[in-house]
């Protein structure tokens, strides 16, 4: 019934920037949590960023000064403004939202870092 739709991802420099978008399709009610996870090969997905429908938001401590979240879970659109990007955060980065109790992905989008 609800269905995430991601833009965004791409290849940049080190030091460059990326602002990644999601959008939910299918629903009237808004999300009571968005949030932006990440994985890369090999490794476990990790939350990178995440913001309640109350307005806090976290950080995962590897991202914190440089990527920012932002959003209107009455709309059901969240942000993720990623800034001086490293190798490192080179991942396939996954939107994710809770609605009515339900948890929804997005399809992935590949965000590639080169040095």
């Known amino acids: 019934q609800v269905q995430l739709v991601e833009s965004g991802g791409g290849l940049v420099q080190a030091g460059g920037s990326l602002r990644l978008s999601c959008a939910a399709s299918g629903s009237i009610f808004s999300a009571n949590a968005m949030a932006w996870y990440r994985q890369a090969p090999g490794k476990q997905r990790e939350l990178v960023a995440a913001m309640t429908r109350g307005g806090s938001t976290n950080y995962a401590d590897s991202v914190k000064g440089r990527f920012t979240i932002s959003g209107e879970t009455a709309k059901n659109t969240v942000y993720l403004q990623m800034n001086s990007l490293k190798p490192e955060d080179t991942a396939v980065y996954y939107c994710?939202?809770?609605?009515?109790?339900?948890?929804?992905w997005g399809q992935g989008t590949q965000v590639t870092v080169s040095s």
């Open positions: 994710n939202m809770v609605v009515r109790r339900y948890s929804y």
